[in-house]
């Protein structure tokens, strides 16, 4: 059978691997910070309406523009943005990945702090951008001495902060955005996907925007909307970063069933989000139990936890997949990662926890 180094493929991608999580079917899976609650029936109704009227349709091109969908998007945001100021694409992934075509490539670089998302650096490699990992404070916390020390150090033309930050829940203050954002030369990305998990109040980077045209916020769907299987990602930036992107976009990247199905989605903000507060309960819940039972829960602004104290975190993964409860073994030592689900969903984790014993 062929093998991959069999193949011509490009030199700088070889002994790569690729972005991947356990998929198992269990009772209780908490590995991935899906929203685990399903979609309101009235609202998934009014989505296949929606998809179905665009069924009809399929034998033309979408809109290229996705036009409707970025007037939605800006007006869910608020904060004064215009449609002009909107991107979106397949997940914010592929919206990360088209501001890398763009912005980086050969010969340019991004910088991001460690641990981090682990998607930043496949993603830099597949645009032959230089990946540069910077370290952060203590407890995976980033303040603006830390931050502005990297740039100075790397004067990196593209910066991710992904706040708060995946793998480990830290919330990044907006004072280490605001930092970053006015030292560094080139782009500066804000990943929030897990924003609307951060406590009441919290300011966005969506507030730093105005007169800052090298900055840009990213979101995505997939989390608060519980809409991760419909892969609809977006951004709000100045509108001449919109422009460059429709430079490296595929043409009509956006389906017109992702776009029906969207537009949906945000016809029913407050529903979709009526979650997000139940799931904030849980996430605190799970880090006073973890806490009781000996384990080290580290602060979290997203829908997950990680914690530490964990001897070996394999065995624990391999003890509560036996008892049909997976979560995450990231690979940073003595720590696993869970997802804080439905109030069933979080008694069956805590409940499988206890019974294989404490930290």
């Given at each position: ?31 991935v910070?899906?929203?685990t ?96 990992e ?9 303040g ?7 740039i100075?150090e790397?004067d ?6 992904c706040s708060?930050?995946n ?18 030369r ?24 105005p ?11 997939s ?12 951004l709000?930036?100045d ?55 000996g384990y080290?829960?580290y602060?979290s ?25 997976l979560?995450?073994?990231i ?19 805590l ?9």
């Open positions: 059978m062929t093998q991959l180094d069999d193949l011509p493929i490009r030199d700088d991608l070889r002994g790569k691997s690729a972005y991947g999580a356990p998929q198992q079917r269990v009772p209780v899976a908490l590995n910070n899906e929203n609650h399903p979609i309101p029936e009235d609202v998934a109704h009014d989505i296949v309406a929606r998809v179905a009227a665009a069924v009809i349709g399929l034998n033309r091109y979408p809109d290229r523009e996705f036009t409707e969908l970025r007037e939605a998007l800006a007006g869910y945001l608020g904060h004064g943005l215009s449609a002009e100021q909107i991107w979106a694409a397949n997940g914010s992934n592929e919206v990360l990945q088209q501001i890398l075509q763009a912005f980086g490539g050969p010969g340019r670089s991004l910088l991001g702090f460690g641990p981090t998302y682990s998607m930043y650096r496949i993603l830099a490699d597949g645009t032959g951008t230089r990946w540069i910077a370290t952060r404070d203590e407890d995976y916390e980033l603006p001495e830390t931050a502005l020390a990297a100075r790397h990196p033309d593209v910066v991710f902060l708060p930050n793998p480990t829940g830290t919330p990044l203050s907006i004072e280490t955005i605001t930092a970053v954002a006015d030292a560094a080139g782009i500066v990305v804000v990943d929030e996907a897990y924003a609307e998990f951060a406590e009441p109040g919290t300011p966005s980077a969506l507030t730093l925007l007169g800052r045209p090298r900055l840009i916020v990213s979101r995505t769907m989390k608060a909307f519980a809409f991760a299987g419909a892969r609809v990602g977006y709000a930036a509108p001449a970063v919109t422009d460059a992107l429709r430079l490296v976009r595929l043409p009509y990247h956006l389906s017109a069933i992702t776009q029906a199905a969207a537009l949906g989605a945000l016809a029913h903000a407050p529903e979709m989000l009526a979650t997000v507060g139940e799931i904030r309960l849980q996430r605190e819940r799970i880090g006073v139990e973890l806490a009781r039972l080290r829960p602060r602004g997203s829908n997950f936890v990680l914690f530490g104290g964990v001897d070996d975190p394999q065995a624990l993964f391999r003890a509560l997949l036996e008892r049909g409860v979560i995450r073994d690979g940073l030592p003595g720590t696993m990662r869970v997802s804080a689900g439905t109030e069933a969903e979080t008694t069956a984790f409940e499988a926890l206890a019974a294989i014993g404490g930290a």
